[in-house]
């Protein structure tokens, strides 16, 4: 049974940027959200874990409506992005400009790096002159930290780089529409210790100008990146604060025993 929304700080209404409201979602019959609430702060990360089949990876997805994608996928609820209801007021393909996505595996296009990152300025018409698309393209490269590792093969294909800087890729191509948000879907779960340490340390730096939300199988990643962590546990938001309350005084038996490892 889901606690009670005051078992649940939220913080200031001004400091918000995303505000969910008795969200469920259904995949055909059967229920995988239950009358999840949730504020996500500006400029903050915050980490959603909770065991396999939780639900955290399907709460990520509705906050920029990825889950229309899949068939018999059904959201009710509210999600307000700066206020504006995502799901009766945006575009689509709006929102995801606003709301960016980087997944588990990293998918760059099989195109080159240089038209990955190029790839969303120009479908989004915020570009019209090649010096811009230039100098939007080797920012994000900057931002994602892999400029410097790739300036001089800018036309070879994204599939040919190493998994850690395919993962830096696709964070680029994510920045490259100047989002307001970065949706971050187990980015590390299929990389190695020294490139998940880097992509670590870039969200780290990315959080001054983004508000990031990162689902994580990693406790110990949660602890590391994140301000603020939200628990969940078969479908229910069990409980969220800040990330060093939850870890070391969570106030739900739940938490404490996923914490402790004894169950998950």
Known sequence: MSPEPANLPQTDASQAKIVA???????GEKQAIKKVCLTVNEREVTALIGPSGCGKSTFLRCLNRM???IPDCRVEGTVLLDGIDVYQALDPVQLRARVGMVFQKPNPFPKSIYDN???GPR?????????EVDEIVHHSLQRAGLYDEVKDRLQEPG???????????????????????????EPCSALDPIATARVEELIEELRDEYT??????????????????AFFH??????????????????????????TGRFG
């Open 159 to 185: 599939t040919g780089l190493s998994g850690g800087q395919q993962q830096r890729l696709c964070i680029a191509r994510a920045i490259a529409v100047s989002p307001e948000v970065i949706l971050m879907d």
């Open 21 to 27: 409201q008795d969200v469920d979602v259904f995949y």
């Open 212 to 229: 990031i939300i990162i689902v994580t199988h990693s406790m110990q990643q949660a602890a590391r990146v994140s301000q603020r962590t």
């Open 67 to 69: 889950n229309e994608t």
């Open 117 to 119: 990152v190029a790839f």
């Open 234 to 259: 078969l479908g229910d938001l069990i409980e969220v604060g800040p990330t060093e309350e939850i870890f070391t005084s969570p106030r739900e038996k739940l938490t404490q025993g996923y914490i």
């Open 123 to 131: 479908i989004h018409g915020l570009v019209s002159r090649p010096d």
